[in-house]
């Protein structure tokens, strides 16, 4: 079967510049598991656009480098 | 919000991101070395399936009653923050406190709410038992609203009775239960998601579950097992069209409900429908029980009252939908008529509590409860019988139809249940889960089942271009909405009926790349099961009963004569199809004369 590649404007945004390469705090609360590592920059970013936007990805970020926006379709 | 930043993420182009090579090697079994789908088995005396709410609170008192037991948390998510106060609750709905209510009351509130289908000695403990779990709650460092003398506030929502009591701190709930499974030592498995009950002559002996990063199977054997994974929140498909915008969290997708069905538990009155009147879009509840003792009240599009009574019953949820059908929509939460100290003390709780994201989402419109009425709207539907009636069949115990497998919290058939009830039927379940494993050792795996059900978790990782779980998830629940959404009319259920038994064959097309995906693979298998028990149960039942929960156009009202009883689904597995019946419900505690108190809310 055919695949495509939709680009998707996700809800959760990382700062890079502030996300420690060490610290896994926002993808180990996510509910839904959707945060990951970028393997080769050591950065979380939103790996599935799966999100209920709860908030403990942000509010559990130690360095507020996290912001959850409304997803686009409810906002 | 002031941050607009358009973040894209684009999927297997950018080589940042693990691409198709790395799914492929799951799919091959093998990468760096490490064998993916291994199979870990494990063996404890008691397994709670869900560590949200009911979870922590059964494994916590199951380690009270027997320290020497083992006992195992097993959750999807992060026990931290999971299950449906992931981000904490406002409030309770049923709390029976000494001197303000008693248990009888409570239990005839609720034979009137849910008219009359209940098993009241199930209701009743929830009565018994709720006000010790708001003291020892109160122990662990969870506040409760207390007026300026120092006693309960709590607020009248019901018909009538005062059971809402708020927890305007109530944000770190979550975190408070988590802390308690710890400190009892309970072990605890995250990210691993149950995927089925294994039984032995009839008797449940354990799980096996799928470890949703790795790719790992476990194997766990239990004496006893309770399940409490939630309501089935991905049922119908929001408005929004975006699969997670629900009210639910949406990790609970009727797992339960489904490992429960497969392994031949019965499952009761599957067609009370959970359908709430939320934030439109946002999907929230605009919580008017928290805002009404304020002055707040559900108006229509003139900002006049329509229903006198809050409290989510189904006879409310027909009174709303009549409304927004009656060229007097759409109906708001309104709040513009209160001062500006009463609203800043309502957005103070509701920004900072369960679903604390509502504040940047009324900001992101431009929209400020000191001008504007939160636009409401009727939910798709879901099953919760935390919320409405609708679960796995259980006694006073929780015990369920199979021996050693018990059920709690939202899944649990004990009507209007929140969250107290939820405590109180996990500790219920796992008091007595640690008399029953006295007399009972551990059950033999059948090896063959376990390699089957690692075909069937497996299957669609075989398949790294299938159709993915998204579009697949999205169709089946369009499906639900178009043909399950009440009222309910005949036809529609039966295509609806048919089209979730042949999406079995849809289900073979399924692709998935990583253990994630299988997870999402997995659960669009219990949100198919779901469907076609809500399409079967909502069939069978020939009256219309709880309100818009149940509303038929072709059998409008209430018929007693023939269906005061409770309506059962339960497996055949001779023929491998699904079966209804009806069970007479078990004789009332309290007697209630349903004929001369409806619940009626509409205003005069």
């Known amino acids: 079967m055919a695949l495509t590649t939709n680009r998707v404007d996700v809800p959760v945004i990382v700062d890079e510049n502030k996300c420690l390469e060490k610290c896994k705090a926002c993808i180990e609360v996510c509910p839904l598991d959707v945060l990951a590592k970028n393997p080769e920059t050591g950065k979380a970013y939103m790996k599935y656009d799966e999100c209920w936007f709860c908030l403990p990805c942000e509010k559990e970020c130690p360095v507020g480098a996290i912001t959850v926006q409304i997803p686009f379709l409810l906002r | ?604």
């Not at chain 2, 490992?259 to 946002?282: R, T």
């Not at chain 2, 940047?360 to 000191?370: D, I, L, Q, S």
């Not at chain 2, 043909?483 to 692709?511: A, H, T």
């Open chain 2, 1 to 604: 919000m002031g941050i607009k930043i358009l973040n894209t993420l684009i999927v297997s182009v950018n080589t940042k991101i693990p691409d198709i090579s790395v799914h492929l090697e799951y799919n091959m079994g093998n990468k760096n070395n490490k064998n993916f789908m291994e199979i870990i088995n494990l063996e404890v005396d008691f397994l709670v399936v869900g560590g949200g709410t009911a979870g922590c609170m059964a494994a916590v008192k199951a380690k009270q009653k027997s320290p020497e037991s083992s006992v195992l948390v097993l959750e999807k998510a992060n026990i931290r923050r999971s299950g449906a106060i992931a981000m904490g609750m406002d409030g309770v709905n049923t709390a029976v406190i000494p001197g303000n209510s008693t248990p009888e009351q409570y239990v005839r509130e609720i034979t009137i709410a849910n008219d009359g289908i209940l098993d009241q000695s199930a209701v009743h403990t929830t009565g018994l038992l709720g006000f010790e779990v708001i003291q020892e709650l109160e122990e662990w460092g969870v506040k409760f609203q207390k007026d300026n003398e120092g006693k309960y506030d709590l607020k009248q929502v019901h018909r009538v009775g005062k059971y809402v009591l708020p927890m305007p701190e109530g944000k770190d709930l979550k975190k408070i239960l988590s802390r308690q499974v710890k400190r009892n030592k309970i072990k605890i498995i995250n990210r691993v998601m149950a995927t089925s009950v294994l039984t032995q002559n009839g008797r449940a002996i354990g799980i096996t579950g799928l470890d949703v990063r790795s790719g790992d199977m476990y194997v766990i054997k239990s004496k006893a097992i309770l399940l409490c994974t939630g309501a089935c929140g991905r049922l119908g498909l929001p408005a929004s069209g975006y699969l997670y915008g629900t009210y639910e969290n949406p990790t609970n997708a009727g797992d339960g409900y489904s490992m429960a069905y497969q392994a031949g538990a019965k499952l009761s009155n599957i067609e009370c429908f959970q359908i709430n009147p939320l934030i439109k879009d946002y999907n929230g509840p605009a919580c008017a029980y928290v805002a009404s003792p304020f002055g707040a009240y559900t108006a229509n599009a003139s900002g006049n009252r329509f229903i006198s009574c809050d409290y989510w019953s189904g006879q409310m949820m027909l009174e709303v939908w009549r409304e927004l059908n009656s060229g007097q929509g759409p109906v708001h939460l309104k709040m513009y008529h209160l001062d500006e100290s009463t609203i800043s003390e309502i957005e103070r709780i509701l920004f900072d509590n369960e679903r604390p994201s509502r504040e940047r989402f009324h900001a992101g419109r431009g929209e400020n409860y000191r001008k504007d009425g939160v636009e409401m709207n009727i939910s798709e539907i879901g099953l919760c019988s935390g919320h409405s009636a609708s679960g796995v069949q259980v006694d006073e115990h929780m015990r369920t139809s199979i021996p050693g497998l018990y059920a709690a919290g939202d899944m649990a058939n004990v009507p209007h249940n929140y969250m107290i009830g939820a405590f109180v039927s996990g500790r219920v379940a796992a008091e007595h889960a640690m008399s029953y494993i006295q007399d009972v050792d551990h059950g033999q795996v059948d090896l063959d089942i376990i390699n089957t059900e690692k075909e069937r978790i497996l299957a669609p990782l075989k398949n790294p271009n299938g159709i993915p779980h998204t579009q697949v998830e999205y169709k089946l629940r369009r499906y639900v909405n178009d043909y399950l959404q009440p009222p309910k009319s005949p036809k529609n259920m039966m295509i609806g009926l048919e089209k979730f038994i042949d999406y079995q064959n849809v289900m073979d097309e399924l692709g998935a790349r990583d253990p994630h995906e299988l997870m999402r693979c997995m659960e669009i298998n219990f949100i198919r099961d779901c469907a076609e028990m809500a399409a079967k149960a909502s069939l069978y039942r020939t009256e219309s009963r709880w309100g818009l929960y149940h509303y038929r156009l072709d059998f409008p009202n209430r018929n007693d004569e023939e269906w005061m009883c409770n309506t059962i689904i339960k497996k055949c597995f001779e023929k491998n199809e699904m079966t209804i019946s009806k069970e007479e419900l078990k004789p009332y505690l309290f007697d209630v004369n349903l004929n001369a108190e409806k619940y009626d809310v509409s205003v005069a």
